[in-house]
C-alpha cells in the first residue's frame, strides 16, 4: 500500500525557535499534501493544503506567516513552526492524496514539543 | 463546506458487548466516507471505507459500516468487541477532490 511518510517523529524545541517538519510520499506521486493538527485527546484539524507548486490555502484561523508550507515536489511537503512558542505544542499529522487514485493517505504524525 | 458529528464522546463497553458509533454529515453531493482507528500512542489507520456501490461496508477487524443517504449517516458496527478494541474512532468525509474533513471522534473504552 501507499506509505507516507514524516520526518522527525518527535521534536523538542525552545519557545522562539523553528522546526521544519517533512512529509514525503514513498511510493506514489502526490499533487496535494494537507496538514493537520491533532491536540491531545481530540480531533484533527485540518490547517492547510498545499498543492505541487503553488502557495497553501490555510484554514481559517490559522497563521500563514507562522505556519510555512512549501509543497517543492510531487512527493515532498514541508511544514515549518516559525518562532514557536509553548502552545503550538501538538501532534502534527500530514496526508498526501495520490494523483493516479486520488485516494488519501496519512503518515504517522510528528510529535512537537516546545519549551 | 462539509461537516461531521459524532454523538458519542465517550462509549464504554464490557467485552463481547455489540458496539454501534454514530457518524452523520453534512453535504448534499456525493462524498467518500471513511472511520479511521486510533490506538493509544499510535497513528491512524484506516478501518473501513465507502465510496460507492454496496452500502454495507466491510473493513478490518471485524468492524462494519452502513451508508444511509437519506440519513447522511455512515455508523460505525461491530458484533462483539475485544479489549483491544479500546481507541479512539473518527469518522471522515470528503467530496472527490476536495480535502478530508474529521469528526470530533468517540473514545471506546472496553472493559475486560
Known amino acids: 500500500g501507499a506509505v507516507v511518510s514524516q520526518h522527525p517523529s518527535w521534536v523538542i524545541c525552545k519557545s522562539g525557535t523553528s522546526v521544519k517538519i517533512e512529509c514525503r510520499s514513498l511510493?506514489?506521486?502526490?499533487?496535494?499534501m494537507f496538514w493537520y493538527r491533532q491536540f491531545p485527546k481530540q480531533s484533527l484539524m485540518l490547517m492547510a493544503t498545499s498543492n505541487e507548486g503553488s502557495k497553501a490555502t490555510y484554514e481559517q484561523g490559522v497563521e500563514k506567516d507562522k505556519f510555512l508550507i512549501n509543497h517543492a515536489s510531487l512527493t515532498l511537503s514541508t511544514l515549518t513552526v516559525t518562532s514557536a512558542h509553548p502552545e503550538d505544542s501538538s501532534f502534527y499529522i500530514c496526508s498526501a492524496r495520490s494523483s493516479v487514485s486520488y485516494e488519501q493517505y496519512f503518515g504517522p504524525g510528528t510529535r512537537l514539543t516546545v519549551t | 463546506a462539509q461537516s461531521v458529528s459524532q454523538h458519542n464522546h465517550h462509549v464504554i463497553l464490557s467485552e463481547a458487548a455489540s458496539l454501534e458509533l454514530g457518524c452523520n454529515y453534512s453535504y448534499g453531493g456525493t462524498v467518500n466516507l471513511f472511520w479511521y482507528v486510533q490506538y493509544p500512542g499510535q497513528h491512524l489507520q484506516l478501518l473501513l471505507k465507502y465510496f460507492s456501490g454496496d452500502p454495507l461496508v466491510k473493513g478490518i477487524k471485524g468492524f462494519e459500516a452502513e451508508f444511509i443517504k437519506s440519513k447522511f449517516s455512515f455508523n460505525l458496527r461491530k458484533p462483539s468487541v475485544q479489549w483491544s478494541d479500546t481507541a479512539e474512532y473518527f469518522c471522515?468525509?470528503?467530496?472527490?477532490?476536495?480535502?478530508?474533513?474529521f469528526g470530533a471522534g468517540t473514545r471506546l473504552t472496553v472493559k475486560p
Open positions: 471522515a468525509v470528503n467530496a472527490p477532490n476536495n480535502d478530508m474533513r
Open positions: 511510493d506514489f506521486q502526490a499533487t496535494t
